[in-house]
């Protein structure tokens, strides 16, 4: 089993960034692929973003093509997703996730997920 903490969450004007974190403990931080997911209120969960343990393959969902960006520091055993060009539809809750595959909009099941960090993005 994987811990996951994330943090980097908060209130942001529309326009601006944030990078979000995510530090993991616990089994081998290189051996398994790692991503984003978001849920906004009343809304369903979104698979945002994921990269494989190498850090080839990264995926993004279309809405933050181009403003996203998904990495992972193995020698920190860190996750990050750093956010620009932010937009009040970006707002939710962001949950770190390990232990799955993907294959474009695909995923299985994550067998490890963080607490997640509020992101607000204010008009």
């Known amino acids: 089993q994987v811990q996951l903490v994330e943090s980097g969450g908060g209130l942001v004007q529309a326009g601006g960034s944030l990078r979000l974190s995510c530090a993991a403990s616990?089994?081998?931080?290189?051996?398994?692929?790692m991503g984003w997911f978001r849920q906004a209120p009343g809304k369903e969960r979104e698979f945002v973003a994921a990269?494989?343990?190498?850090?080839?393959?990264?995926y993004y969902i279309d809405s933050v093509k181009g403003r996203f960006t998904i990495s992972r520091d193995s020698a920190k055993n860190t996750l990050y997703l750093q956010m620009n060009s932010l937009k009040p539809e970006d707002t939710a809750l962001y949950y770190c996730?390990?232990?799955?595959?993907?294959?474009?909009?695909?995923?299985?099941?994550?067998?490890?997920w963080g607490q997640g960090t509020q992101v607000t993005v204010s008009s």
């Open positions: 990269i494989t343990w190498s850090g080839a393959n990264p």
């Open positions: 996730a390990a232990d799955f595959a993907y294959a474009g909009t695909w995923y299985s099941n994550p067998r490890s």
């Open positions: 616990g089994r081998t931080f290189s051996r398994y692929s």
